[in-house]
């Protein structure tokens, strides 16, 4: 497994607990144990207090007032962006354009950058691990243009079979799009080759890094790609915003899609003349708040750092893969040597619904079913898995606590 | 034959002995257990109700003028419910059926698991018995 940096020891999930308020709570009559970030993150109160800052002294439309308040909206808005930048280590901040979250930043690379390019019999190339919303975006496109969807395989353990990659790359291929965390099995992807792999063959490559931005650290130019993208509700931040990350270079290749106020320059009844940059992506009134709030919520994972935040969460995943190990008739979904976040299981001849609805009755939050990857479930022949998924809020602890809930629900259900 | 309502008032006497969650839970999967087991041939695509979670299938039948159901799951807990609701709308008349207002699922503090959000086919099972029996009335 992917081992990551030492926990300074100023590192205290105590004091991190201590800033979600949601934590506190009990359901069922236990103490929660939330699970289920993977998901959802909660919120510190950070975040929240933000959100309740912008509406209680600066709500206004941003980039269209001249007075003061649209004034302040539009700096802190703008000033998110920024935050978004330097945290994926963008070259501008205009590569970074507010979406509502991964699945609409996916729509808009199938719609303003693929669509335009694919032609009958071209190629699409997407993974066997892909959450639907990495699917069913390029799907209708491909459907539309009589393209063809390739899926590369996944190897038994979970990983991707590169091989299998590599002998999909051709002159017919427009994109490439790949996950960078998966969802369902946790597993770390070789971005950074797979883009390299692609572009070799002057492929554009699109990574979702819905499951990867809440625990480690992105680099989107050492990883090369050309499009990335993540979800703010998943990194601690609120539901609603997300980021798509556009290369600069790729620019001048987009086309509008979803056209409106705050996109333009010049309007007549003929023609209309559009802004340059991520604004052209932003139509209408944006999520205000939501981008502010998601602009906090990047700060508050790095005033932790992520690279604490990927060895605690390590520790975490490596420690609850081994007590569930403790469980003979457990088996885990998704043994990849680079795994991150989530731990996906079945109890041998039991349904994971009924081991989640056990868990819950003892207070722990976890999800089950098909994790919106069908396809993946089918390879590997399971109705749906239960999946743990961490954040930076969790610990030993409640590890502990699953393994004895999960004890009762194996008595009860077996 | 009890009528439906007789039925659940007996069902929700069985739950009120029940004060920990685990007897309770323990006592559904154990009648999920025991469901008799749905005939292999009935359970097609058509009778499945597709929750998002578990699976449940339905076959409904007329003899003699009552509703037989029969119904399986492929999650424990769901089956349970299902045998429930079963025991309770099974061999009654298509009026009755329909005409029944089933509160007992919420009165054994099962109501959470007939709701929307929890995708595991229950609810729409629940829609289903009835839809059945009303399209009996009809060819009745």
């Known amino acids: 497994m992917n081992t990551s940096s030492q926990i300074p020891v100023t590192f205290s999930v105590t004091k991190v607990r201590a800033d979600f308020p949601i934590l506190a709570q009990s359901v069922n009559g236990k103490p929660l144990v939330y699970f289920d970030s993977g998901a959802t993150a909660q919120k510190p109160k950070q975040v929240i207090d933000a959100i309740h800052a912008y509406y209680s002294s600066y709500n206004a439309n941003i980039h269209r007032g001249v007075h003061h308040l649209s004034q302040v909206a539009s700096a802190a808005y703008e000033n998110a962006r920024k935050k978004v930048q330097k945290h994926l280590n963008a070259a501008d901040e205009n590569e970074i354009i507010f979406t509502a979250g991964t699945t609409a930043s996916v729509n808009l690379v199938a719609h303003a950058f693929l669509r335009s390019r694919l032609n009958a019999g071209d190629e699409v190339v997407i993974t066997g691990m892909e959450h639907h919303s990495n699917i069913l975006p390029w799907q209708q496109v491909c459907h539309e243009k009589k393209a063809i969807l390739k899926v590369v395989a996944v190897n038994d353990d979970g990983s991707l079979d590169t091989n299998h990659f590599a002998s999909l790359l051709n002159s017919k291929v427009k994109l490439v799009s790949c996950t960078h965390v998966s969802n369902t099995l946790g597993t770390i992807n070789p971005v950074k080759e797979i883009t390299s792999a692609a572009h070799a063959l002057g492929i554009p490559v699109f990574i979702d890094g819905a499951q990867a931005v809440p625990h480690m650290k992105v680099d989107v130019q050492e990883i090369g790609c050309d499009f990335y993208a993540f979800s703010g509700h998943k990194v601690y931040g609120p539901t609603g915003i997300g980021v798509c990350y556009v290369k600069q270079s790729r620019y001048s290749e987009m086309t509008t899609w979803q056209t409106g106020g705050g996109t333009i320059k010049t309007v007549t009844f003929e023609k209309t003349e559009y802004v340059d940059g991520p604004l052209k992506y932003e139509a209408g009134t944006p999520n205000i708040e939501g981008a502010i709030g998601l602009g906090f919520a990047l700060d508050y994972m790095n005033a932790i750092g992520m690279d604490v935040i990927a060895a605690h969460e390590h520790e975490l995943l490596v420690y609850t893969t081994q007590r569930l190990h403790e469980f003979d008739n457990v088996e885990i979904i998704g043994s990849a040597e680079q795994k991150a976040g989530v731990i996906s299981f079945n109890v041998k001849g039991v349904h994971p619904f009924d081991v989640g609805t056990i868990l819950d009755q003892q207070g722990i939050a976890v999800r089950t079913g098909h994790h919106c990857t069908q396809p993946l479930m089918q390879r590997y022949n399971v109705p749906g898995t239960v999946r743990v998924s961490f954040g930076v809020y969790n610990t030993k602890d409640d590890a502990d606590r699953l393994i004895a809930a999960l004890e009762k629900a194996i008595k009860m259900l077996s | ?140």
Not at chain 2, 12 to 18: H, I, L, P, S
Not at chain 2, 56 to 73: C, F, N, Q, R
């Open chain 2, 1 to 140: 034959m009890a009528t439906i309502a007789k039925t659940e008032n007996e069902i929700v006497e069985d739950f009120a002995m029940f004060d920990q969650w685990d007897d309770k839970y323990q006592y559904i999967i154990d009648l999920g257990k025991t469901l008799a087991p749905m005939n292999a041939e009935w359970k097609t695509d058509e009778r499945l109700i597709k929750g998002c979670q578990s699976r449940v299938w339905l076959y409904t039948e007329l003899k003699d003028g009552k509703v037989i159901y029969h119904a399986d799951s492929d999650a424990i807990i769901t089956k349970g419910i299902v045998a429930l609701m079963v025991r309770v709308l099974s061999e009654h008349t298509p009026k009755e059926i329909v005409d029944a207002p089933l509160n007992f699922i919420e009165k054994i503090g099962l109501k959470e698991h007939l709701s929307p959000t929890r995708a595991n086919g229950l609810l729409s099972m629940v829609k289903q018995m009835k839809l059945d029996a009303l399209a009996l009335t009809a060819k009745n």
